[in-house]
């Protein structure tokens, strides 16, 4: 799919772009229910983390508060530090929005805006702003988008269509275009493929392998072949008796999967669970 | 069996005779549950339908009675002196327009921004009474805000006029637009706001150009329902607009309309008055169904569009 689509000219020296996101003692609660306790996680430039573990183990939990967004249910609050290159996000005098800008995010369901066209919705990260930084051509970040999306071929003639008359899985695509239009440094993804057939999912996987070459990917996935197939590191988070999620075990994907060094982690990836 | 007839048969008689009269008390049981089921069904039957037809039997009698009195005159002329025949309603349709629009005007901007507030923001004891407050407001009997718009505007300020008359209909009109807005932004999924927010723009901003646009027809369906209940008030116009026998679009001076119209012209003696007020019903009635078919079928769409 992607091999076939032109390649654009800056596609052939890619920068590394090298952001890192650290947590630190990660605590996550909802008013008074503890959900996530002291997990510590490191994802490296450039690769793809998956985030593992059963139903109410937390991980999307984590996932949202990596870029602030948990913030957005009533009386959810954070303790511990989460680090993006070394720079502490929930540092009092850090705004919450501008977080969000350098850490997109995608959802579990394609939620492109309904009231947008195709095109609205790729450049809606500067059209609902305050507009594109002058001298930038929208056509040119929309078809970039687009292309890195694996969604071009598909839509380039139907750019004034509504972005909901797509199908599910090019829904998906515009939704991850319309979060590298805003150029990120990371990319949050809460079970991007759970509501796609599997050719849909198996175009999102692709151009994760395609997008890690300029981004951080955080994925979370209930899918184990999923985490196989694409995360470079794998993480497991596990909520015991107290309903509070811990991390259970993380290290590189090859290792969790082939020779887990924790019990649970074992019997999960093995259907044990779960 | 009579013939061989034991103590452990008689009782066996005895429990069938039991299970018999059981058998009969729970037929004749179900036969009493059936009638009066029928009979329920059809009383409730019989009370929807008076309660429907008083509806048809208004429209008819209004219509019936009204007709006669609507021509092209009643809508372009103003009254003619007493004891002259013709002439028409033209200042009270036309007062009625601009009061309403100017009442409109006026409570979009509180009726919405309380929605707004109400659905993206309010939570906690303060909300619960904004809430509380708006639904006592829709409540309240119109002739309270007309004597209060009259105590607080007519006397202190404006005198009888279209001002003091637009505020009155605007009272009647922010409760209903914020609570039907409300509803209606509550329809908008949380994904949509998660989109937005996660494309790091700023929570107003979300609201203003994502959320509101996306059920922007259901909004302007609320703020049409509130100008057709405002449209029929009376009690809130008898202190405040007073009324006018002739063209005013002076918001400053006394201002006909339609409902104050026919209640002028109810209470008169004259039989040519009375056929006038009957058409004036009518045309409100019109008016009004014309705006609730509107808002059914705005809604409807709505509906089917998520």
């Not at chain 1, 602030?68 to 705004?95: P, Q």
């Not at chain 1, 991007?192 to 999912?201: G, Q």
């Not at chain 2, 103003?78 to 033209?90: D, H, S, T």
């Not at chain 2, 007073?242 to 109810?266: C, H, V």
């Amino acid at each position: 799919m992607l091999a076939n689509s032109p390649v654009l000219p800056e596609r052939t020296d890619i920068i590394q772009k090298g952001h890192e996101l650290e947590t630190r003692n990660l605590n996550v609660y909802y008013g008074e229910t503890h959900a996530v306790e002291d997990v510590n996680l490191k994802f490296s430039p450039n690769t793809i983390t998956a985030l593992i573990g059963p139903s109410g183990c937390g991980k999307s939990t984590v996932l949202r508060s990596l870029n602030r967004m948990h913030e957005v249910t009533k009386n959810a609050y954070v303790k511990g530090e989460v680090l993006l290159n070394g720079e502490n996000i929930y540092a009092s005098g850090v705004d919450p929005v501008r977080i969000r800008r350098r850490i997109g995010m995608v959802f579990q369901k394609p939620n492109p805006f309904p009231m947008m066209s195709v095109y609205e919705n790729v450049i809606a990260g500067f059209k609902l702003n305050r507009g594109a930084p002058k001298g930038v051509n929208l056509d040119e970040i929309v078809e970039r988008a687009l292309r890195s999306a694996a969604l071009w071929d598909e839509v380039k003639d139907k750019l004034k269509e509504s972005g909901a008359a797509l199908s599910g899985g090019q829904q998906q695509r515009l939704c991850i275009a319309r979060s590298i239009a805003v150029e990120p440094e990371v990319l949050l993804m809460d079970e991007p493929c759970s509501a796609l057939d599997p050719i849909s999912t198996l175009k999102i996987e692709e151009l994760m392998q395609e997008l890690v070459k300029e981004y951080t990917i955080v994925l979370v996935t209930h899918n184990l072949q999923q985490a196989v197939r694409v995360a470079d590191m794998t993480a497991f988070l596990l909520a015991g008796e107290t309903r509070v999620g811990h991390l259970i075990e993380f290290n590189t994907t090859q290792q969790i999967f082939d020779n887990p060094s924790d019990g649970r982690t074992a019997d999960y990836i093995t259907g044990r669970f779960g | 069996m009579q013939q061989s007839l034991t103590n452990v048969s008689v009782r066996a008689l005895s429990r069938t005779k039991q299970a018999q009269t059981y058998v009969a008390l729970e037929e004749a049981r179900f036969m009493r549950r059936r009638i009066m089921r029928s009979f329920m069904v059809g009383l409730l039957g019989s009370l929807t339908t008076v309660a429907v037809l008083i509806l048809f039997i208004i429209v008819a009698y209004t219509t019936v009675n009204g007709i006669g009195g609507i021509n092209l005159d009643f809508f372009t002329q103003i009254p003619k002196p007493l004891g002259q025949e013709g002439g028409g309603i033209a200042q009270a349709i036309l007062g009625t327009l601009e009061m309403l629009a100017v009442g409109a005007i006026i409570a979009i901007p509180f009726g919405i921004g309380t929605a707004i507030y109400l659905a993206e923001y309010g939570a906690g004891w303060f909300a619960d009474t904004v809430r509380f407050s708006l639904e006592l407001l829709a409540s309240l009997p119109s002739i309270v805000v007309g004597v209060f718009v009259w105590a607080l505007v007519v006397r202190s300020f404006t005198g009888f006029s279209g001002i003091a008359g637009a505020i009155a209909l605007a009272f009647i009109m922010v409760p209903i637009i914020a609570r039907s807005v409300e509803e209606i932004l509550r329809l908008v999924p949380n994904s949509l706001r998660e989109a937005g927010l996660a494309l790091g723009i700023a929570r107003w901003r979300v609201i203003t150009k994502v959320v509101v646009p996306t059920v922007l027809p259901g909004i302007l369906t609320g703020v049409v329902l509130s100008v057709a209940r405002a449209a029929g008030e009376t009690a809130p116009l008898l202190l405040t607009a007073l009324g006018n026998e002739f063209f005013n679009f002076d918001l400053s001076r006394p201002m006909g309309a339609m409902p104050l119209q026919i209640y002028n012209y109810a209470i008169s003696p004259y039989k040519d008055f009375h056929t006038k007020a009957w058409g004036a019903m009518l045309v409100l009635i019109v008016v009004v169904a014309l705006f609730s078919g509107a808002v059914r079928y705005s809604m409807r769409n709505l509906r089917r569009a998520r």
